[in-house]
């Protein structure tokens, strides 16, 4: 009997721990803030492995977006929150726009739709108190990709695409106008020398979706260096 009841109750304990580790995963409360990563694409693919679409299209000259990522300060970032169901079908009225503003052109991604769907799936999922659908989640992701024009940022201060020219981290501090955070690249050229590229720049939002400082200023950069913005050319990206 006694036997029995220690089976019985290992069983019960075992099905609690699943069903708190089932809610802590489905908790859409656990963040306070978004990331909009936008990313350059001349700086992504340069030299890289695995290697991206080459030549880059030529129409698109502009930060791309990467993704509306669900965040919390001082911890790591929710993800996958819920089981996904992405229906393409449910944002027809917005692919052209995607297509243009929210491409891929890594080879390893699968296209634009399965990027779309990845994103979705991995983010979207932990946002849906605020977000409720993937049409929600991607048209409020293009809003504010247009509200926030990371190009017209950089360019007002100067910050402009030149395979000879480098900038400081502080010109891109008072470009961005609030905290951002900073992805770079460093990657090793021919003569011996290395040109840091920074590839990603996310902005933050609160909950509501005011543009707020970001708590985490780079990611794999050294802001005490100088690092550059390479053009979109008609060559390969790896012989710029």
């Not at 449910?90 to 890594?106: A, E, F, G």
Request: proline residues 5%; charged residues 20%; aromatic residues 12%.
């Amino acid at each position: 009997m006694a036997h029995y009841i220690s089976q019985t109750m290992l069983v019960f304990l075992t099905s609690l721990l699943l069903l708190s580790h089932t809610l802590a995963s489905t908790d859409t409360t656990t963040y306070d803030t978004f990331k909009l990563v936008r990313q350059w694409y001349p700086n992504s693919c340069y030299k890289a492995s695995p290697a991206c679409i080459s030549p880059l299209p030529r129409v698109v000259k502009y930060w791309t977006i990467h993704g509306l990522w669900p965040s919390k300060r001082g911890s790591a970032d929710p993800v996958n929150c819920t089981t996904c169901h992405f229906d393409p079908s449910t944002i027809s009225d917005l692919v052209d726009m995607m297509h243009q503003r929210w491409p891929t052109y890594s080879y390893n991604n699968g296209g634009d739709a399965q990027f779309w769907k990845y994103e979705y799936c991995k983010h979207g999922t932990c946002c849906t108190d605020e977000l409720q659908s993937p049409h929600d989640y991607f048209n409020t992701a293009l809003s504010l990709n247009h509200k926030l024009d990371m190009d017209k940022l950089l360019r007002s201060a100067g910050i402009v695409p030149d395979p000879r020219e480098f900038y400081t981290f502080d010109q891109l501090d008072k470009a961005m106008k609030k905290k951002a955070t900073y992805w770079c690249r460093t990657v090793a050229e021919e003569d011996g020398s290395s040109r840091q590229l920074v590839d990603q720049i996310s902005v933050c939002m609160d909950k509501k979706l005011a543009w707020i400082d970001c708590s985490v200023q780079s990611i794999m950069c050294n802001t005490r260096e100088p690092f550059y913005l390479l053009p979109f050319t008609k060559e390969n990206n790896d012989e710029l």
